[in-house]
């Protein structure tokens, strides 16, 4: 399995809102609603942020939304605050009982 | 307060073999799925191995198939991941991750990590 593609970078001013792209295939992010995206701080864990497409964790801000159309995902993060400056990585079911990542985006809060 | 601690990283020469450790609490792991995925020094996420939550099932990605050997022990509640063969293309921190249900593959804790260098 190809990882996912996402762009390397993204940036945004305070308050503004960015939306992070993930590119698949029919196989993986088109084919099934199993799309997830993970936030990660440097030298830390990441963190669940969005799962199942759109649906949020507990205690994730509703600042962060999830969607999908087609074989591309997004994350939106509205009202961009300096703590949201982080690498994110989404990631798919890819059949077969595996998973497969995007390749990051970091995001930078201007 | 779920908690994971992995443990058994270090450094080791090609071709040799390791086990890391995932200690969990404030969980059960046989309730959930769980997980391994590992960073490359400054790469992305990949992901390793799962086992679902009545161990029943394993899978791996075709990277590690056939060297990696992913178990638990319910009695310590405690994640193994048996790392043989290993490559230069094996350094990495392992995480150690728990499935947010049976097996979705969706990440909801995540361990500290535990690095792993292949080098001679």
Redesign the interface.
């Known amino acids: ?1 190809s ?1 996912l593609t996402q762009p390397p970078s993204a940036s945004g001013s305070p308050g503004q809102s960015v939306t992070i792209s993930c590119t698949g295939t029919s196989s993986d992010v088109g084919g099934y609603n ?1 799309v ?1 995206w ?1 936030q ?1 701080h440097p030298g830390k ?4 942020m969005i ?2 497409v759109s649906e949020r ?1 507990s205690g994730v801000p509703d600042r962060f939304s999830g969607s999908k159309s087609g074989n591309t995902a997004s994350l939106t993060v509205s009202g961009l605050q300096a703590e949201d400056e982080a690498d994110y ?1 989404c ?1 798919s ?1 890819a059949g ?9 985006t970091k995001l930078t809060v201007l | 307060q779920v908690q994971l601690v992995e443990s058994g990283g270090g450094v080791v020469q090609p071709g040799r073999s390791l086990r890391l450790s995932c200690a969990a609490s404030g969980l059960t792991l046989s309730i959930h799925g769980m997980h391994w995925v590992r960073q490359a020094p400054g790469k992305g996420l990949e992901w390793v191995t799962g086992i679902d939550y009545d161990g029943n099932n394993k899978y791996y990605a075709d990277s590690v198939k056939g060297r990696f050997t992913i178990s638990r022990d319910d009695s310590k509640n405690t994640l193994y991941l048996q790392l043989n063969s290993l490559r230069a293309e094996d350094t990495a921190v392992y995480y150690c991750a728990r499935d947010l249900a049976h097996w979705s593959l969706w990440f909801d804790s995540w361990g500290q990590g535990t690095l792993v260098t292949v080098s001679s």
Do not use: D, R, T
């Not at chain 1, 864990?45 to 669940?48: D, E, F, I, T, V």
């Not at chain 1, 077969?96 to 990051?104: A, D, I, R, Y």
């Open positions: 399995q990882a199993f997830s993970y990660q864990a990441p963190k669940l799962y199942e964790p990585y990631s079911f077969s009982n595996h998973l497969v990542f995007g390749g990051g």
